[in-house]
């Protein structure tokens, strides 16, 4: 079984970089060719284009930002998908919405590959640790082709369903995580103005009934007002909530808290903070600027 | 130490037996007497009003739905505040703006009277086990006073700070909750017209990153669509958010998702759902009326 | 000139028998043939299919709800797009989002043809009377061969710029009439809930600094209670907040009040209310529902 | 009859130079002296305190920011209401919630005074132009006394019903307009990031359907990006929006994009609007800021 990966971003680079510490070699493109430097100095063998990775291998794992990249990369001019062989199997762990997942799928059958949806929970550390969870929508047998490459990369592997169903399962995740982390943030703007040390009420929400485990793992951003160096940027978050709200959209399901979060986090690009962690829509809630 | 207690309702009601049950002999009040009859027949005393309860007793604790009726009981016409004898001790229970707060601890301060705030964290069911937790606002000493009070009905005491910080921390708190079920329920809800399992869903929600100790104790409320019998009346979560947001507005801070998830609630409200648990908002956005 | 007309749906219903009454001659389509009848009697000819309808005309006017139902006409399997001559002219008045007419516009160039968006504002009455207004994008030639049938239908005919603007401008119309409409409701709702009268309440409304042409055409409808036989269909304004809130991601726009009206239209619509004119959203929040 | 005026801000200010130019000689008072001085030269009398000024005066007229600001100054320390002569007529202006009007209506029965609520209808130049329009609650036979005053200040007076019922119809009016306000900037930030020419857009907007007196007051605001010298500066916005939504609490009224229309304002005053005219959430929404 010969490997591509595409797209060695903040997710995909530790993904791949898992990839060659369990012995496989992939060949690997990225739009931008420096990020790939570090996997090939370890091994990995550059293409040029997504199509002449597809012409190399016989499985292609995609971790992209948004439905347009994957889009681009597998149906654009230079696409992968009408170079990969009859048989092929197509993963992808990018965040889409479940009718763009579909849709590829159907791309997919219609050339002759298999297709499997794989979108990760667990950002950055999880990504670089292996330790990430998959939610897999596809056929069972294309579940059990990809298990090796999947378990390299990941420590849980949950088969949602048919295809559609482990992009849905990621974008009804985000949208709860996203709104969560502003409540968090709104909690510790407005409990900081009203006098309370901001680590108090940090622990005191972090042990709480609501004291989630992504909580936790933001607090000592929230502490230092560090937002750099993200986990999960602010407009990728803002990206999976436009997901959430396109599917809703689609279903005739109404979501005003999810809405409102995403707009705030649409605010917060705005005001200059879409490529911090998004834990920084707490810095956006926060902050104030002086009348003219 | 003589104790009264005002304020029987689905909180105050397990509180004070477990200060029965601690050796405590508290004299009682409550709006409608019927809910007094178990503590009386545990030994409990009945006072006819709030006053009458205040000059029988040292310490008063009181465990109210909103200010109003904090107001209503300590400084109404049959009031307690005016009746309570020189340096008794007020502990309030109830969830109460920061500002409302610190106008009571003027009230009994003009009089010679302690205050304390002790709003708690934890539902029904830790009120009855004797498991709250309480964030208290106030002077070490009077805390000290109170402490054998509040360790016979819960097993956290936090001391936040001077009188305010206690509200604070705790409207905060509902902020964030109140916040962290809306999201649940719409992802929940967003899940299944999506054709997810209801369950494994749930399941994936709870065990993920977003699975707070909240998500826990309300799941299976969702897998069963079952919001009678409520830990906590959703009116109560949509009364603590427009504290929240009242409280903001005084201190100048945007909750723009906040008030998003304050006005869902008050659409279940309207929608029949005010008495049930909190986390029938699921309910609320999951329901679909037939056009006439 | 052979026309075509695609459409016949509240709007487009008026809009063709207002070209029938000035001389021309549809030929006419429809999802649903009864709509077509009234036409039919008046001198329109039927066409089975868009392709059929593509065949004998040289300029085809479209009148459908939504981007997908002008794709599905278009360039479905039985599509016009595919069938008209070279050099025929298109003219969509359907509102779409901007994206979607630029696609049409390149979809119609590849095949020889010309395009023009027309999207109108007006509702039910202007499309029977003739009076609609139609904001125009394209170039100036086409609209030129357009304007006879556009001044047979309507008495207000602005070029807005090429291709996009036209849907630009009536999406930002619709945007704004969507909260509009949602403001007049809520400050209808809490006015009577204050205990003002409700007919002296309108009259205050529309006769103030926020009296709009809109508050006045659906003054009535308040005063009645009555959302029947639409002017707009509640579920037409939720589609079009829904394409300005698609476009707004695109650009990067944050519409923190758009959305929430959106949602509030998405909940009127999951209660019941989508086939009503879209000014129940009064009803959807005066109405209340007794706790079971 | 001898009429006192406190509160010469934006609105008072104008107010009370009506009163002079129709031949009434008030004695005034305001928070800062300064704000007095061109009334003072123009035949007007000072008055040091609140209570100072009752002394004065059988009718007192305020026309303060908020709430508080009407308590501190009729009921505070120096306050006037204990020191006006028994059967005194308070026309209370500015704008406040229906609740609080009552509240101050009882004030003045208990000392014999009587109470009528006034607010206003138009802004700052309608103010100076004495255009004005009074909402007015209370007795007919007050209103009738009050009349010439308001008739000096005004053009147009419109008797809503008993106290409470002119703070209700002000409230709900502002609560349309901050929204609709809202709704313009949105459009107007979208379609020009559409690439509609914003002198078009306006035009369109505001001889559409939408085109509200409000719209065609703040068109050139917008086209200018000038928002200084306010008619009505943002942060009052907020603060009704804010009376809005603490008196459909009361009411257990749902304000869901109301609350969101008030969210976005104070988004705007931590972000240096507060003391621009409220047309600056158009500023708000537009602006980027680039990330750090």
Same mark, same amino acid.
């Given at each position: 079984?010969? +490997?591509? @990966?595409?797209?060695?971003?903040?997710?995909?680079?530790?993904?791949?970089?898992?990839?060659?510490?369990?012995g496989?070699? !992939? $060949?690997?493109?990225?739009?931008?060719?420096?990020?790939?430097?570090?996997?090939?100095?370890?091994?990995a063998v550059?293409?040029?284009? !997504?199509?002449a990775?597809?012409?190399?291998?016989?499985?292609?794992?995609?971790?992209?930002?948004?439905? *347009?990249a994957?889009?681009?990369?597998?149906?654009?001019?230079?696409? @992968?998908? &009408?170079?990969? !062989?009859s048989?092929?199997?197509?993963?992808d762990?990018?965040?889409?919405?479940? =009718?763009?997942?579909?849709a590829?799928?159907? *791309?997919?059958?219609?050339?002759?590959?298999?297709?499997?949806?794989a979108?990760?929970?667990g =950002?950055?550390?999880?990504?670089?640790?292996?330790?990430?969870?998959?939610? #897999?929508?596809?056929? /069972?047998?294309?579940? &059990?082709?990809?298990?090796?490459?999947? *378990?390299?990369?990941?420590?849980?592997?949950?088969? #949602?369903?048919?295809?559609?169903?482990?992009?849905?399962?990621? +974008?009804?995740?985000?949208l709860?995580?996203?709104?969560?982390?502003?409540?968090?943030?709104?909690?510790?703007?407005?409990?900081?103005?009203?006098?309370?040390?901001?680590?108090?009420?940090?622990?005191?929400?972090?042990?709480?009934?609501?004291?989630a485990?992504?909580?936790?793992?933001?607090?000592?951003?929230?502490?230092?007002?560090?937002?750099?160096? /993200? &986990?999960?940027?602010?407009?990728?978050?803002?990206?999976?909530?436009?997901?959430?709200a396109?599917?809703?959209?689609? #279903?005739? $399901?109404?979501?005003? #808290?999810?809405?409102?979060?995403?707009?705030?986090?649409?605010?917060?690009?705005?005001?200059?903070?879409? %490529? %911090?962690?998004?834990?920084?829509?707490?810095?956006?809630?926060?902050?104030q600027?002086?009348? !003219?």
């Amino acid at each position: 079984m010969s +490997i591509g @990966f595409i797209g060695l971003g903040i997710m995909g680079g530790g993904m791949a970089a898992n990839l060659l510490r369990k012995g496989f070699s !992939p $060949v690997v493109h990225n739009r931008t060719r420096a990020k790939a430097d570090p996997l090939l100095a370890a091994g990995a063998v550059w293409a040029d284009t !997504p199509a002449a990775l597809g012409r190399q291998v016989t499985t292609v794992i995609t971790m992209l930002a948004h439905p *347009e990249a994957v889009r681009a990369m597998a149906l654009g001019a230079e696409g @992968f998908l &009408d170079h990969l !062989p009859s048989g092929a199997l197509w993963i992808d762990c990018s965040t889409v919405n479940p =009718s763009f997942s579909r849709a590829m799928a159907a *791309e997919a059958q219609r050339r002759g590959l298999r297709y499997l949806e794989a979108p990760v929970t667990g =950002s950055k550390a999880a990504a670089a640790g292996g330790t990430l969870r998959f939610l #897999v929508g596809g056929a /069972p047998e294309d579940l &059990d082709a990809a298990r090796p490459l999947l *378990e390299a990369m990941g420590r849980q592997i949950v088969h #949602v369903g048919e295809v559609g169903m482990g992009s849905a399962a990621k +974008i009804v995740n985000n949208l709860v995580l996203g709104q969560m982390m502003a409540a968090f943030a709104e909690g510790v703007v407005l409990g900081e103005a009203l006098g309370l040390d901001r680590a108090t009420l940090l622990d005191l929400l972090v042990e709480g009934p609501g004291g989630a485990p992504l909580l936790k793992l933001k607090r000592d951003r929230l502490a230092h007002d560090d937002f750099a160096d /993200p &986990d999960f940027p602010l407009r990728w978050m803002h990206k999976d909530l436009h997901l959430a709200a396109q599917t809703a959209y689609e #279903v005739g $399901v109404a979501l005003p #808290v999810g809405h409102a979060a995403g707009e705030a986090y649409a605010l917060a690009i705005r005001y200059g903070l879409g %490529d %911090d962690d998004f834990a920084a829509i707490y810095r956006f809630l926060a902050r104030q600027i002086p009348h !003219p």
